[in-house]
């Protein structure tokens, strides 16, 4: 990992891999990476769900030891590598699933690491102070459990930025910014990396490495696949070398909509189930047949209060009728219920809502799909149970050891792609998504995006929550904003910009 920019004959690499090798039972995960990255180097990480990225992110971060291989850290062998060390070297590493406790606040989990004296108030000044300089607003009181996963990112990027840390990892970080915002953060890395900071950069927003990154390393199957300047590159010929194959692109023909609305919500209101949460604030919108309609906003906005009421984890007895699905009111009824109808939900948080982690994908299967004839008299075909994994593993491409895997074995863009899958298996007449592509590499990306698109087109109504403005620009047949609990008016795809909409969701309803 060399940067071109940036590299002179006396600069010693401010992190140096040699040889790092990391095996699993049944993969090797990293095979002989050897790769150095410069003092005020913005470094891209770029490969598949399941290349090795996470895996070798943690072994530079010292979460996990490499079988073989040496990590030198300016120019010095890093000994009895773990976290601890790596911070005391000025590593900060943001992991894909968050490291945070769930029951005590943001600034309570952010004083467990930085170390030093033990003063809530004033470091609730700095978390406050550093959140805002970045734009990313949060609030120190706010316990961890009331947070979306975009918000708990906001956490662990504030976290490590306290530190003055001098290589940073980050993993995805614009998946909380809207567009406008996302210029800003650039330019906190560039200043960051003008000072010396080196930063590995993962994304999946090839077009974000493009603008940013002075490099970008490619792994494919745990091996380096080749190095680049991205900016003189093209998104395809980077595609290309992360996936092996050329980038399928999407196809959709015009959406033919049902003469009915599939799913209906009127006026919908509701308070927030804990104070920290956002009002439901009057919403009303349809979603016919045959068409996907997406909601785009910053996190925070109300998208997870909204989606807990369409998916029954939230009830509304007073007002049945605010929800409807197939024509009938469905606000009072719980989960299991609506999905008897025809509902199928994918929820943002693949860990401990999506999928249980420490139970087999087959297990996890039964969660979901024990209607498709899993239950027999009261008892689970696990034969039936694992037919139904192995076929959405094959489906959606899961790179797993099988069936009998644990869910918390899976790299967070695999197991996204199993639940996506399992919950399109069923067919369901109305599916909503909540970040569906969220961590998942580019090829997976647009197998997810089309198979959402083909659906639709069997006259499935899809809604799509998502930060991702190119996706929604990209699947979508109309596109609804949420700013502060509220809806925006429907914007046709084809009548929009990424302007309107970006400014839409920083402010109150058009």
């Known amino acids: 990992m060399t940067g071109s920019g940036r590299r002179s004959a006396d600069m010693t690499p401010r992190l140096e891999l040699r040889g790092i090798r990391k095996r699993y039972p049944g993969v090797v995960a990293n095979d002989g990476i050897s790769a150095s990255v410069m003092p005020g180097e ?51 590493m943001v992991y894909q699933h968050f490291a945070l406790f769930e029951s005590v606040t943001v600034v309570e989990n952010i004083a467990l690491s930085v170390g030093g004296r033990f003063d809530l108030a004033a470091l609730s000044g700095k978390i406050s102070e ?12 706010r316990l961890v459990h009331t947070l979306s996963v975009g918000e708990r990112q906001r956490v662990e990027i504030v976290r490590c930025l306290l530190q003055n840390p001098r290589l940073l990892i980050l993993d995805e970080p614009t998946s909380v910014l809207t567009p406008q915002a996302v210029p800003r953060l650039f330019e906190t890395l560039r200043q960051l990396a003008g000072e010396g900071c080196s930063i590995l950069y993962i994304s999946h927003k090839l077009h974000e490495v493009q603008e940013l990154c002075d490099t970008a390393t490619v792994l494919r199957n745990g091996k380096v696949a080749g190095t680049v300047d991205p900016r003189a590159a093209s998104t395809e010929d980077i595609a290309r070398l992360m996936v092996g194959t050329e980038l399928p692109e999407t196809h959709a023909v015009p959406p ?37 309609v997406g909601i785009a906003g910053i996190s925070g906005n109300g998208q997870a209060e909204l989606a807990g009421l369409l998916s029954g984890e939230r009830t509304l007895n007073a007002t049945p009728g605010a929800i409807r ?46 209607r498709t004839g899993m239950i027999r008299r009261g008892l689970v075909d696990r034969r039936r149970a694992r037919g139904y994994a192995g076929s959405v593993i094959e489906r959606f491409d899961v790179r797993t050891n099988g069936v009998d895997s644990l869910a918390q074995s899976l790299s967070g863009g695999n197991l996204q792609k199993y639940i996506v899958g399992r919950e399109i298996e069923l067919r369901p007449g109305i599916l909503l998504v909540s970040q569906p592509t969220w961590g998942v590499d580019v090829g997976a990306a647009a197998y997810i995006r089309q198979t959402l698109i083909d659906i639709s087109r069997t006259g499935a ?36 910009t990424y302007e309107e909409v970006g400014l839409l969701m920083t402010r109150a309803r058009a």
């Open 42 to 92: 913005i470094h891209a990480v770029l490969g598949e769900n399941g290349a090795g990225k996470s895996t070798l992110m943690k072994i530079i971060y010292g979460a996990v030891l490499a079988d073989e291989g040496e990590i030198l850290c300016d120019g010095e062998p890093i000994r009895a590598h773990n976290p601890a060390v790596s911070r005391a070297l000025g590593i900060e």
């Open 130 to 141: 550093v959140s805002e300089r970045y734009g990313l607003p949060i609030d120190p009181a």
């Open 256 to 292: 033919e909509r049902s003469a009915e609305p599939v799913l209906e919500v009127q006026n919908l209101s509701a308070e927030p189930a804990d104070r920290f949460g956002t009002r439901i604030a009057d919403v009303s919108f349809e979603v016919f047949g045959g068409e996907i």
């Open 325 to 370: 699905m197939f024509g009938k009111p469905v606000a009072h009824l719980g989960a299991g219920r609506r999905r008897r109808l025809g509902f199928a939900f994918v929820p943002e948080e693949r860990l401990g809502r999506g999928a249980v982690p420490p139970h087999q994908l087959s297990e996890n299967a039964i969660l979901t799909g024990h």
């Open 461 to 496: 109504a899809i809604l799509v929550i998502s930060e991702e403005l190119d996706e929604l620009f990209e699947i979508c047949d109309r596109i609804l904003v949420m700013c502060e609990g509220s809806l925006s008016r429907s914007l046709e795809r084809g009548q929009t």
